[in-house]
């Protein structure tokens, strides 16, 4: 169990932060998921890959807290990790930048599309995060979000075409911000 954790634990924390928007709740739901994969070992199919099965596991606990949670108060991405004036969740996003100015612009993208990810229906926004994040394949989400290849693929689109939306108005809330 300590090599599986070892061996996933980055990148699954990462999906769950961003999928989660809180470090907390994706600690939490990080250990839930390795419960349930000590719990379920004997079930797991050793013909089938471990990863998809695993972020099968996260994504599905992840949701159970989304429900569980839905009526509470939920941190933006632009809060604080721990409390202390320290790093915010959307700097968990690094870029490499050379010049302030460049920096800067990159942060303000970041937290826009950031702003459009977190505007974006769940189902979509889980998808993003799969796809472009953990660069999951068609055939690796199918079996992760437990629905048809087809299914994917129309929902990813749909998703990008959502996200282009949201973007688009993110850049419109800004102007009448600025204005």
Do not use: C
Request: zero cysteines.
């Amino acid at each position: 169990m300590r090599v599986l954790i070892d061996r996933y634990r980055d990148e699954l924390l990462r999906f769950l932060i961003r999928f989660m928007g809180d470090r907390q709740a994706a600690e939490d739901v990080f250990q839930e998921t390795f419960l349930q994969v000590h719990i379920s070992a004997d079930t797991f199919d050793t013909s089938r890959r471990l990863k998809p099965w695993l972020f099968t596991i996260a994504a599905n606990k992840g949701r159970d807290l989304h429900r569980k949670n839905a009526k509470r108060f939920t941190l933006e991405l632009s809060a604080e990790v721990d409390g202390d004036a320290g790093p915010r969740f959307v700097d968990l996003m690094e870029i490499e930048t050379t010049r302030p100015l460049d920096a800067m612009q990159a942060r303000e993208r970041e937290e826009r599309v950031q702003a459009a990810v977190r505007d974006l229906p769940e189902h979509y926004r889980e998808i993003l995060l799969l796809a472009y994040f953990q660069k999951m394949t068609y055939a690796q989400l199918a079996e992760v979000l437990a629905i048809p290849l087809g299914t994917v693929k129309s929902r990813l689109h749909a998703a990008v075409a959502a996200f282009a939306r949201s973007w688009q108005d993110v850049w419109a809330r800004e102007g009448e911000d600025r204005s």
